[in-house]
C-alpha cells in the first residue's frame, strides 16, 4: 500500500525567502508525481508533474525533483510571495485493483509573511 | 478543452434530503472517479468507474449512490446524509482505465455541508 507523507506539516517564512517543500512514498513504482496546490475552503489546482523518466520539472518560480529510487520528491519556491500561501499536496498515483488510485501527501500548510 | 467542471460549488443539505453532485468532462475520458476530502486531511479515493460502470467502491456508506449515465457525465446522490459526511467532493477524470499510466484531471470540487 501506498504512503505519502510530507513534512513538514506546516511552514512560516518571510515575503522573498527561497523555500522546499518535502514528500516521501514509500512504494518507488510510481510512473509519475504531481503537486497541488489548494487554497482554504477550495479546489485542488494543478502545480507541476513529474513523470517517472524525469528528474526534474519547472514552472516559473517553482521546481520540482523526483529521485524514484529514494522515494523523494521536492518543491522548491523561489523568492516566495504572500500570494503562495497555500497548502500544498503531492500526489502520487497507483495501480489499486487494476485502476488508478491517486493517493495524496499529507500536506504542507505554507504561509508567506509580507 | 482539458477541464473537469463539478456543479454546485457549495451545497448545504439538511439530514433528510436528497441532493445530487455533478460533474461533467468533454475530454473522452473512460475512467471518472469521486474523492472526499475531509477539512485538514489529504482527498480519498470513493468510487471508480470505468466505461460507465461502477468498478471500484471503497465500501462507501449506501447513502452515497454514484451513477454514470453516459461518458462524459457522473453524478452522486446522496440522501440521509449525517453532518460528518460534510466535506469537500472532489471528481476525477483520466483518459484511460486499467492499467493506464495517464494522469488524472481534477475538478474544483463541490463544498458539501450537512446540517
Known amino acids: 500500500k501506498q504512503e505519502v507523507t510530507q513534512i513538514p506539516a506546516a511552514l512560516s517564512v518571510p515575503e522573498g525567502e527561497n523555500l522546499v517543500l518535502n514528500c516521501s512514498f514509500t512504494d518507488s513504482a510510481i510512473y509519475n508525481l504531481q503537486w497541488f496546490r489548494q487554497d482554504p475552503g477550495k479546489g485542488l489546482t494543478s502545480l507541476l508533474l513529474i513523470q517517472s523518466s524525469q528528474r526534474e520539472q519547472t514552472s516559473g518560480r517553482l521546481n520540482a525533483s523526483l529521485d524514484k529510487s529514494s522515494g523523494r520528491s521536492t518543491l522548491y519556491i523561489a523568492a516566495s510571495q504572500p500570494g503562495d500561501s497555500a497548502t500544498y499536496l503531492c500526489?502520487?498515483?497507483?495501480?489499486?485493483?487494476?485502476?488508478?488510485?491517486?493517493?495524496f501527501g499529507t500536506g504542507t500548510k505554507l504561509q508567506v509573511i509580507p | 478543452d482539458t477541464e473537469v467542471t463539478q456543479t454546485p460549488k457549495h451545497l448545504v443539505m439538511g439530514m433528510t434530503n436528497k441532493k445530487s453532485l455533478k460533474c461533467e468532462q468533454h475530454m473522452g475520458h473512460r475512467a471518472m472517479y469521486w474523492y472526499k476530502q475531509k477539512a485538514k486531511k489529504p482527498p480519498e479515493l470513493m468510487f471508480v468507474y470505468s466505461y460507465e460502470k461502477l468498478s471500484i467502491n471503497e465500501s462507501v456508506p449506501s447513502r452515497f449512490s454514484p451513477e454514470c449515465p453516459n461518458s462524459s457525465l457522473l453524478n452522486l446522490h446522496l440522501h440521509a446524509l449525517q453532518p460528518e459526511d460534510s466535506a469537500l467532493y472532489l471528481c476525477?477524470?483520466?483518459?484511460?482505465?486499467?492499467?493506464?499510466?495517464?494522469?488524472?484531471?481534477f475538478g474544483p470540487g463541490t463544498r458539501l455541508t450537512v446540517l
Open positions: 500526489a502520487v498515483p497507483s495501480f489499486y485493483r487494476g485502476y488508478q488510485k491517486v493517493t
Open positions: 476525477a477524470s483520466s483518459p484511460n482505465q486499467m492499467f493506464s499510466t495517464d494522469t488524472q484531471y
